[in-house]
């Protein structure tokens, strides 16, 4: 038809899929200027394309359908200046939280990438003075089993997403020495995530200082026999255990689905005996 486009046409004209020039038209942000009655073909105006444009851009800038709908209403320049300035606050944000997401990445890959050191060193027990460092934390209930540290876990993950805390992507678990000494090495009582330094409630810092510290790789049910050498290791050496034990999962189930790939890191807080 004359002056009029095919919805063919348009989606090639506009590199836009016929599927959504449909959905565009089904909610009302869109519609054709002519629709045949006979055979239901929708056909759409030159007058037309400046307005597709706009809705194509600003889906591009990152306003939703909604949002386009409303906006195009009735449209002005003091109305366009203050829907853009809106958005450019949005997009900051969204930019902060990509170079947070980025530099999380960064420091998981490193971290994989020197996993082949430590699992060469995973059974030894080492002295080190470590650097203080935070945690966001989360309580596990009764009667702590590992489904029960799992879940402690997410909803560590989901308050942390929830409330954009700079979190690592990485988990851990605290386990009472209580406990260890008992053998019940799986009991944590608490799931927690690294974080950096901020004031948020649930946040705890654990403090630099000297810890024993050796790893365990495999399945975390055969944890004890690392515990077992870190307990033998402090004996023999005179170390008095002066706190709960912490384990920080360097590889798990969010990098692999080989148990036998795992590589936990477990420290406990020593001090010399007199």
Known sequence: MKNLFSIGELSKLQNISRQTLIFYDKIGLFCPAYVDPENGYRYYSA??????????????????LDEIKSYLKEYTLDTSMVALRKQLTIIDRQIEELQL????????????????????QYAEVSVQTVQSQYIVWQEVAAPYTLDRVSMATKQCFVRSFKERLPVFFQSGAIVPLARILRGEYTLASHAFLPIEKCSANGVAELPAGQCAVTYHTGD??????????????????????????????????????????????ILFYVEDTP
Do not use: N
């Open 47 to 64: 007058a037309q394309l400046d307005f597709l444009d706009t809705i194509c851009i600003m889906k591009r800038i990152g306003f939703s």
């Open 101 to 120: 997401i980025k530099s999380r990445v960064e420091h998981r890959c490193l971290q994989l990438e020197q996993s082949a050191a430590i699992r060469s």
């Open 220 to 265: 975390y049910l055969s944890i004890g026999t690392a515990y077992e050498r870190l307990l033998q290791y402090c004996r023999a050496h005179r170390l008095q255990i002066i706190s709960d034990s912490y384990e920080f999962a360097l590889i798990d189930y969010l990098s692999t689905g080989d148990e036998a790939e795992y590589i936990t890191k």
